[in-house]
């Protein structure tokens, strides 16, 4: 299966962001029966929509509890077509923020990458560039 960048936001009326069961989306609804915007709803639509799926088994928790939460592979390097996750402060204390998700479009040779994103009390979709160390801890 070739893999398909998002260089648009999705359509409104994409069932993938939408919330079930009018759509296929599992995540918390934000507007009406939208998912987004919010980082969670986003990654969570934006993978199935990529992967031509209709249900997967990403956690629908916010970003802080998100990787702690996903049973399935985790890793450090960044790959294109993953959720890349942020946490902020310490995992499971709703007081100091919710961290952030996004989801990886396309993987430069010298390691910096593109996302496509969503953002809780923020931007409905958009890009962005993150160099190669936006994840380094050290």
Known sequence: MKFERRTEPPSKDNKYYLHTPK???ECIRIEGDSCIPNCTGYAY???MEAQKIKKCNLPTS?????Y???QGKKGTVVKLGSVVCWKQGIIHHKKDGA????YVEYVYIDGSFDTSESAYNGKRWYTKHYNKNAFKTS
């Open 99 to 102: 961290g952030h998700e996004a």
């Open 62 to 66: 916010n970003a802080e509890n998100w």
């Open 68 to 70: 702690h939460d996903y």
């Open 23 to 25: 759509g296929y989306n």
């Open 45 to 47: 639509g934006r993978y």
